[in-house]
């Protein structure tokens, strides 16, 4: 059974940068593809970022491209998000998320854990 802790979530102004982490724990996730998702209140859970399990193949959002790039250090057991160029749009509850499988799955009912989620939000 694989946990998944979020962190680095907060408060920053629009234009600014965050960082969010995932740590995973339980067992490595070194063969899994791994996913950022985020819900704004009164919205859907929507895919942000996904990562397979070597780190090199990546996808992304409409609304992140070239904004955000996802990454992934397996030694470490964890998994990244950098957030630049942050607009208001961007608020909401980042989750981490886990796919036993090998490709980057986009759809949250394909992914097998999660996290609690950190709470991100801009400000305009």
């Known amino acids: 059974q694989v946990q998944l802790a979020e962190s680095g979530g907060g408060s920053v102004q629009a234009g600014g940068s965050l960082r969010l982490s995932c740590a995973a724990s339980g067992r490595t996730i070194s063969d899994y593809s791994m996913g950022w998702f985020r819900q704004a209140p009164g919205k859907e859970r929507e895919f942000v970022a996904g990562i397979n399990w070597s780190g090199g193949t990546t996808a992304y959002g409409n609304s992140v491209k070239g904004r955000f790039t996802i990454s992934r250090d397996n030694a470490k057991n964890a998994v990244y998000l950098e957030m630049n160029s942050l607009k208001s749009e961007d608020t909401g509850v980042y989750y981490c998320?886990?796919?036993?499988?090998?490709?980057?799955?986009?759809?949250?009912?394909?992914?097998?854990?999660w996290g609690q989620g950190t709470q991100v939000t801009v400000s305009s």
């Open positions: 998320a886990g796919n036993t499988g090998f490709v980057i799955a986009r759809l949250t009912r394909l992914y097998d854990y």
